[in-house]
């Protein structure tokens, strides 16, 4: 397999040239490559084959003090970014929100549809309906559609009876209830972040603070995620939005650009 | 990649499934319990698709204890074998459930049965079985060392080897897993086999 170098060709005739030089043309210059199948392609497939697919970053835990729920804001149509504002943490309730991975219309109708089933819920009942009901719900309906090309990976995150609840709910049908979950394509790189920094009794400044650095180290690395880091605070009052920082200007903030010595200037040469 | 074993003893029966909840290369959870209590003196173990895992198991069981409101009585594990293969075969053809089961139950008159079914509906009655990427490890050492009528702690040991084994061969093994027993005591958790901790599991 020969690669193509022609944009490193000079202007000036090649040395030793085969002789069809004599049209006047010079053959482009070129190294032969290792003679192995696919030599271009083989880490893309392995790697394509375990990027998660869902172009964005979300994370959710639970802490001493209540849930952390946190996402970025990009919208990715292949190599396009469509938005750079989504807004992907739901209000599903003053109590209850959902996060958004996956299908922004899926996302965006299935949890409406769920604030709408919790209401009902209360309305027929006379309480709140609690995080783990609202997750079965979700993920009952989900399961029925599954097969379908329904694409939607989200955390239902909530306060309710028994303290903070957090779920993870998907389009495959799984619904797994844990402490920490990272949903999206950059969610391996969230998850190095948050897991090393995470303590049970965390203060909520320190929380958000741990929220907020985890998506902003999942959008510097993926290409698939960016814009602005939301970070939303659950506690028993309901859910509280705490801040929305653009990630680039956080990336200065964490990393500020520091004068450096200079080695060598650069001389303007005098006129000879 | 999802571990479950099973072995029958003297008078009880053991199920072991690991607890790991994996989507492609990330754990999302490494404590998630695979087993479940189908009534008083059953326990399944399931691994399988995740949605269709939890549906189908969780249908099993309302149904299970439909049948004893009803009745009176509960189901014998042979019977509540045979009406999951049943339930599995019919849907097999329009939409079936990808999960395998290792179904395990104490009859007073029958004393400790193991039911091994897969996921196109095959049951067999077994006093041994496997399912998973770990199947390969446990399978032999369970053949190896098993005989019939082992004691709790001899079955423990049984177990404890073929994690053991699975652990050192398996290249994407699970870190943790779980052990339930069912006895004329009745199904419960015995132990859990962790090597790896998920921070701040707290009380909460």
Known sequence: MKLDTSGLESAAPVWGAPSELVDGFSAAPSFEVPNTTDFDGFQKEAIQMVKPAKGTTTLAFIFKEGVMVAADSRASMGGYISSQSVKKIIEINPYMLGTMAGGAADCQFWHRNLGIKCRLHELANKRRISVTGASKLLANILYSYRGMGLSVGTMIAGWDETGPGLYYVDSEGGRLKGMRFSVGSGSPYAYGVLDNGYRYDMS??????????????????DGASGGVASVYYVGPNGWKKLSGDDVGELHYKYYPVMPSTVEQEMVEVAAA | MECVFGLVGNDFAVVVADTSAVHSILVHKSNEDKIMILDSHKLIAASGEPGDRVQFTEYIQKNVALYQFRNGIPLTTAAAANFTRGELATALRKNPYSVNILLAGYDKETGPSLYYIDYIATLHKVDKGAFGYGSYFSLSMMDRHYHSGMTVEEAIDLVDKCIMEIRSRLVVAPPNFVIKI???????EYAWRESVKDAAVASA
Request: glycine content about 4%.
């Open chain 1, 204 to 221: 909520v400044e320190e929380a958000a603070e741990l929220a907020r650095r985890a998506i902003y180290h999942a959008t510097f690395r």
């Open chain 2, 182 to 188: 069912v006895d004329k005591d009745g199904a419960r």
